[in-house]
Each structure stands twice: as structure tokens, then as C-alpha cells.
């Protein structure tokens, strides 16, 4: 799922913070690469060399001003919804990302001669797919495309509920534009591709998840308020540097001789579940191969072993606090904007723009490496990050259409509305620094493994759950025994939910 974005920056700005220099125009395809953009490329290179004169596939298009209905989630309920980057507010407002979202569906709307119109879901993570499932099963083609929770498409995709994509031969997953690698991960069996992942459904990039760290307070202990960025880009951040660090920095601020809220802890989350999740796919873990019977499960094995004694260390570490008062992310920003965490987990790169009013200087991390053999970070989606998918409703005539908007609204994100956000929103507004800006590339640029989240319920909780939240909520390492309790349950699930996937192949879907 390794995007390019650097390289799109580079079109619309003279300095960006990660990439080489490179020469483009404003009539580049940003999704493609050209030769002064891969490795290698030098200054020295001459316009003539390295331009390309963009000649637009869909010009001339006219879909004669029909409606482009879009199903836009605007809950309100998890950390973070896409609408903003959807619908917006459908005016000119001032704000450079509504403007660029508004300025976006104007430019769609001219090229394909369509009118976007929005259909809102306020749906909660109780409900999601239920509400979903009946919609459809009444048969009425209401939408084009929805814009949802992740897990709810990973049950609607299995029980035949969304178009299968695999084939289509107008979207280009080649493009930056296009989380291609992340889309193919979410493909139960090679031909059923159900689950859109690009710049258009853009939540998937604010939805990820990152680590908040107090740099003051890294100052003071280490004097350097680099000190753990520095970690990151030396490859050495890891559970057992975390660890360290989270057990030095805490302290019984008023001395009672017992940690409690109100004291200053290393690490802070809310809960277990939802905590532990970017921490285990940070450990790039794989959990399915994809084998000529059908997926197998992989994970059942030493690594595992420690990736679970590593999540009991560090959640019953004395420099964690797992509980607070106030349940929720906005009360974990109220205590870290207090001084009384290191670090806090459980937020997604999108709450930068909710910690404007933090006095000391945030610094940005990935989730921890297993260990330093581990080659790459890995930054996770969560199970409520919202991406899109296309109803059975929708008529096989209608496909093109539908698909044709989607490729060029996800294009055209990619041109206007990410670098708005990327740049003035986050790196620009709400991070300190160039180390800052990296690390926001390094975060997306790892956005990887979306498999676990969307299809965990699908599979009975056998990957996420059974197997690490569960023991770990027991302050249990004993793997071994969780995987095998329920490997029986596990295997019977993979089994259904492969033979339902193939069913819909077989019937064409």
C-alpha cells in the first residue's frame, strides 16, 4: 500500500520534506511516474526530458448531467468519518480542505457532466452492517457507491452483497491514487476484488493510526526532544525501547507510593481491544496465505508467541495506564494536553487537527517494531476506517458509469484535495518541524495489512480477539493455548467464509 504521495506533492510545491527533487506541470497525471521521478533522479535533467504532456482518457465524456448518488457516512461515533473529504459543505467557506472538496466535485461534475448527490448514513458500529444488509436485501437501487465502516463491507462482501471489482477494466490500480497493494490484501480469494481503498474515500489516510508523544517531557529526560524520532529513523524503535522509555518517564506525582490516574504514566490508552490492534499489526504480522486450497491460516507459530509476551509487557507495564475516567479519545487528549502521559495511544493521524489548543510541542510516531529485525514500521487502519464499495443494487449496466466517477474522483483527490489536507492540514498547522513532516510520511507510507480489520468479525474474532485480546485482557502470554482452545471454531470459520466467497465467484459476483 506504498503510495507516492511525496511525489504528487512535488507538482503542486517547490520544497517537499521527503522526496528527491523531481520537475512536473500542472497537466501531470499525478498517478503516474515518469522516468525523473523513480530512483535516480537528479536536477541536472532538462524539462524536455522529464515532461509529459497529460492527455485526459476521460475528456469528451457526458454522462448527460445523471446523478452520481453517493451513500456518505456522517457519524459521529467513532474518532473519525469521511463526509468532510466526500460531500463537504458544499460551499466555499475559506477552509483550504472544504474548498479543495468543493472545488473537486465541481471540476468531476464539468468533465463527466454528472451531479454528485449525497444520501447520509448516521450508522453506529453496532448497526453498520445490519443497516446495510437490509437496504440492499430490499432491492431498490438508491446508490452508486458507499463510503462505510471497513469490517461492515468484510461481511457484505462474503454474503454477496457488493459488486466484485476484479475485473473492471476502468479503474487503474496502478495508480498513486489508489491504495492497489491494500485493496489486493482484502481479497479473501484471488478474483474477488469488493473492498475500494483510494484518495477518494480519503479516511483511510486519516483514520491511521499514529502514537502522540509530549516532546517537552522527552526534553527533560533525555535532552533531546528528538530523542525518540531519532529511535524511529535509526530503525530502532521497538517494544522493548517503548518499554524503557515509558518506565523511566513515570511518576507517582503525588507520592502516595501507587500509580494512579492523576500521575504522570509513560503510555496511556483506553482499554485493551481497540488499544491493541495497531500494536499487533505493527508488528507485521501475517495471519492468511493464499494457497491453491484456498487461505490457510499462518500465524500459529514462535513469532506469535512473542508478538502476545510483547503486548502483555508493555499494557502491564507500571508506566501504563489502560483505564480512565472520562472512557473515550476526547478524554485521553484532556489528559495528555495535562502533562500526565508520555505517550498516548488509540488516536489516528486525523486527531492532530483536534490537539490545536496543546501548549507543549506533540511529536508524531509510528507504532513500534516488534523487534530490530523486523525490516519495516507498519501503520494500521482500524476496523471503523471507512472506504468504499459498490451495492449488488446498482444495475451490471450501470457499472462504467459508476466506476468511471470513482476513477476520476479518486484522480482528482489525489491532485487537489490530499495535498490541502497532507500538507496545510497536518504537517503545516498541526506538526513542529521537518522531523514531524517525515514522520507523517513515513505513517502513511506504511498504511499496510488491511486483511485483520476487515474481516476479523467475519472470521469470528479468531484473529484480532481470540487469539491476543483475549489473553491479553487476562494478563496472559500462554498463545499456545488461546489459538488452540479455539482452532477448531477458527478453521470452520475460514472454511464458510471461503466457500461462501467462492459461491459468489462461481455465480459470477
Known amino acids: 500500500m506504498k503510495k507516492t ?18 520537475t512536473g506541470t500542472e497537466n501531470s497525471d ?47 461515533t467513532d474518532a473519525t468519518n469521511g463526509n468532510a473529504f466526500i460531500q463537504g459543505s458544499g460551499e466555499l467557506n475559506g477552509e483550504a480542505v472544504n474548498d479543495a472538496v468543493y472545488e473537486r466535485n465541481a471540476k468531476v461534475s464539468e468533465l463527466l457532466n454528472i451531479n454528485p448527490t449525497f444520501i447520509e448514513a448516521s450508522l453506529s458500529y453496532s448497526n453498520h452492517e445490519a443497516t446495510i444488509k437490509k437496504q440492499i436485501m430490499a432491492g431498490s437501487d438508491d446508490w452508486d ?12 462482501a462474503r454474503d454477496g452483497y457488493l459488486h466484485n471489482i476484479y475485473s473492471n477494466q476502468i479503474l487503474d490500480l496502478t495508480k498513486s491514487y489508489w491504495y492497489g497493494d491494500a485493496m489486493r ?9 469488493y473492498i475500494l481503498i483510494g484518495d477518494y474515500f480519503t479516511d483511510a489516510l486519516q483514520s491511521a493510526h499514529a502514537l502522540y508523544s509530549n516532546k517537552n517531557l522527552i526534553n527533560d529526560y533525555y535532552n533531546d526532544p528528538n530523542y525518540l524520532q531519532n ?39 483506553i482499554g485493551m ?21 484456498g487461505p490457510q491460516y499462518c500465524f500459529n507459530n514462535e513469532r ?45 493521524l486525523g486527531d492532530l487537527a ?100 476487515a474481516f476479523n468479525g467475519t472470521l469470528g474474532g479468531f484473529l484480532l480477539g481470540t487469539c491476543f485480546s483475549t489473553p491479553l485482557g487476562s494478563n496472559s502470554t500462554d498463545f499456545a493455548s488461546a489459538y488452540k482452545k479455539s482452532e477448531k471454531v477458527g478453521l470452520k470459520n475460514l472454511d464458510k467464509v471461503y466457500n461462501a466467497f467462492q459461491a459468489n465467484l462461481d455465480n459470477g459476483n
Request: proline share 4%; glycine share 8%.
Open 354 to 453: 483536534k490537539m490545536r489548543d496543546i501548549e507543549f510541542t506533540i511529536g508524531i510516531l509510528p507504532y513500534p517494531k516488534l523487534d530490530e529485525d523486523q525490516q519495516n514500521y507498519v501503520s494500521s487502519l482500524h476496523d471503523t476506517s471507512e472506504v468504499g464499495a459498490i451495492p449488488m443494487t446498482l444495475p451490471p449496466e450501470s457499472m462504467d458509469f459508476c466506476t468511471t466517477c470513482l476513477e476520476v474522483f479518486c484522480r482528482e483527490t489525489g491532485k487537489t484535495v490530499i495535498p490541502k489536507y497532507y500538507e496545510e492540514g497536518l504537517k503545516v498547522k498541526y506538526s513542529n518541524g521537518q522531523d514531524d513532516a517525515r514522520l507523517i510520511d513515513l505513517i502513511h507510507d506504511s498504511i499496510s495489512s488491511p486483511f485483520p480489520v
Open 145 to 156: 457507491v458507499m463510503a462505510n465502516d471497513i469490517m461492515a463491507f468484510g461481511s457484505l
Open 231 to 269: 529511535m524511529v529513523f535509526e530503525g530502532k524503535w521497538t517494544f522493548d525501547t517503548m518499554i524503557d522509555v515509558i518506565n523511566t518517564v513515570m511518576l507517582d506525582t503525588d507520592g502516595d507510593g501507587t500509580m494512579k490516574e492523576g500521575d504522570r504514566f509513560g503510555f496511556t490508552c
Open 5 to 22: 504521495l511525496s511525489l504528487l506533492l512535488a507538482l503542486l510545491m517547490t520544497v517537499s520534506v521527503f522526496a528527491s527533487c523531481s
Open 30 to 76: 499525478p498517478g503516474e511516474t515518469t522516468a525523473s521521478q523513480g530512483a535516480g533522479a537528479t536536477d541536472a535533467q532538462s524539462p524536455e526530458e522529464t515532461e509529459t504532456e497529460f492527455i485526459d482518457p476521460f475528456a469528451g465524456t457526458d454522462f448527460g448531467g445523471r446523478d452520481f448518488r453517493v451513500y456518505t457516512s456522517v457519524d459521529d
Open 304 to 348: 506469535s508467541v512473542k508478538i502476545l509476551e510483547k503486548l502483555n509487557e508493555l499494557f502491564y507495564a507500571p508506566g501504563s495506564l489502560t483505564t480512565l475516567a472520562d472512557y473515550s479519545d476526547a478524554g485521553l487528549r484532556i489528559v495528555f494536553g495535562a502533562g500526565q502521559s508520555l505517550i498516548i495511544g488509540y488516536n489516528r
Open 273 to 293: 481491544w481497540g488499544s491493541m490492534i495497531p500494536f499487533l499489526i505493527g508488528t507485521d504480522i501475517q495471519f492468511i496465505e493464499r494457497t491453491d486450497d
Open 185 to 193: 490484501d482484502c481479497q479473501f480469494i484471488e478474483g474477488g476484488m
